[in-house]
């Protein structure tokens, strides 16, 4: 069949798989919206989180990256699994005997105060937006790269479908329809890794296949590195031939170090995440939980750095000195006699994903460091150069030093999209990254939404806005309240698009931003009131406010305002910032605290009752 | 539970922790950043072990740790009679 039918097909079916189960989990009370009962089983549990917390970056992005990072792409990989660990440890199971429905209701119980629980809801609402625009946007990319259809077009289609599961299902439509995303998505991700595996080192798992030895000569255009070299010493003669630093060879360790840190701390802090593992019916199965979610995330996880090596020698292999004209039309050889179709560089520089710029005028493709051209690259119209490339009008760079020049722009998602097409792979394999990329994607965006609607609904309006001020419970019914929360989701989702129709402009900063503001907000506050009972309402709300007006302020001034990388505190990018705004918030809470009185009995008596497993009983209402 | 018995649970609970929270700290921060550099002077088929803890290695010791936080709190969830 057609490529473009094989991708209408499989699309189709997932979607269609996603709208049979929101129909048949349609959420009937607010405990089904915001926990999905707390009936959900461990496993299934995990493995929701896991569609959940793999976005459409670590799905489409995240090879890339790390393919030209090397050695400190680490940090992303340590930090966005470790965060697990906390979140078993120190998290987790303390909130599910809690036992209510959102972190700011923790936060509004645990600190008895109307005021934190506000700052929460803000939080909560700040963090959350900001992280499913750049979802949304991910489901434009893929409709428009892979169905051809405009970008917002894309995110309209993206948002019926969000729409129709999570306002109808709720918590419950989402978790039931998430273990099925994930199904997609491993598979999609697993099936191109493993040819490629095959291919490049002859291993059949990805895993192992970094270990293996190359399976075939190739010219990094310095010299030709034999057939049987390790996998890994071949990249790092390659890439320093051109220029680079060796591939496992680290950068700064202080900067990984602290990026790191930042990412497992924001990880045990996104609200999205943490809410989780209050659909689950016990404390045990909360801890169990986490381990499974962990388990589903290391498949991909593990498989996202081989991927990133072998696409990384893939690429030299291909393009390196070769004449772009016969190239493309398919009419090249690699020096053992296999074909080196470059048909896929045409695609995606269709796509704008990557570009020629001939420098030197031989017509053929130089590939080292350096930037082949200012910037992001800006196609001349449809005009074409004397090989048929796609122009760009982009100012050109000082020349480099090396002993070759640049002339090739590549895009990070290229790593993992062209990939089916480099290797070769049917037509189905390319249809399945596309059904795996909006399963990555809109997963992500329906947890975020759901998590949106509850602060609101929940939060805001029943325990805030519709609060007796003499029961100090809500005066919404329960069928009211959860017509506030679906109203509050669509409106959420409304918002989500908009924003993916016109991307604030900095969508690629967005990922440091959520995770810096979630790890200085939210862990810290909710780590204090478990394990130090001591911590009042005063130390709490200082301590988030420092830590997200320290970090906000930090990101804003760097990344936005065009502040001087030269008065980075201690040398600290902007991505590791939120690790600083942790200790703040930690160090500023426990201060204030102690020089104010210690919270009341009935809370310390609250903290006592966290701790201890027994009687978790269900998820339930005030 | 009496207040006794609910502290020395605690205590048991917070020392399974840190103790769970050293591994974690050793194999990903240690392994695979501070001593990443001396690490990476040992290499099994071509892979740094410095390098491979930072892209492998570290996760599956976080696996690995949360299973083993599960047990260990199961046990001690036992020996209180505070399992749900």
Redesign the interface.
Known sequence: MELQSLIYLFVGISFALYIGIALWAKAGSTKDFYVAGGGVHPVANGMATAADWMSAASFISLAGIISFMGSDGGAYLMGWTGGYVLLALLLAPYLRKFGKFTVPDFVGDRYYSSTARVVAVIAVIFVSFTYVAGQMRGVGIVFSRFLQVDVNTGVIIGMAIVFFYSVLGGMKGITYTQVAQYVVMIIAYLIPAIFLSLQVTDTFLPQLGIFGQTTFAFDDGVRVIPEGTYLLHALDTAVADLGFREYTEPGSLWNMFLLTVALMLGTAGLPHVIVRFFTVPTVHDARISAGWALIFIAIMYTTISSVAAFSRVNLIKNVQNVEYKAFVNGELSHIDGTPNNGSWFKTWETGGLIAWNDKNGDGKIQYSKGDAFKGKPAFDGTNLGVNGERLTKNALPLANTGKIENELYVDNDIMVLANPEIANLPNWVIALIAAGALAAALSTAAGLLIVISAAISHDLLGQVVFRDKETGKSTLTEKSELMWARIAAVVAIMIAGYLGINPPGFVAQVVAFAFGLAAAAFFPTIMLGIFDKRMNKEGAITGILTGLIFTFGYIVYFVFLGGDKADYFLGINPTGIGTVGTILHLVVAFVVSRMTPPPPQEIQDLVERIRIPSGAGDAHDH | ?SPEK?QA??KE??SA?LK??AV?FIV??GC???F??QL?AIE?????L???????G???F??I???V??KT??NI?DKY????
């Open positions: 539970m609910a649970y605690w609970n917070i922790i769970l929270l974690w990903s921060f695979g950043i501070i990443m550099e990476n099994i088929a071509g892979v740094k410095g390098f491979w803890f930072a892209h492998q570290a996760m599956y976080f696996v740790l949360i299973f936080y599960v709190m199961k969830d009679g505070v399992h749900e």
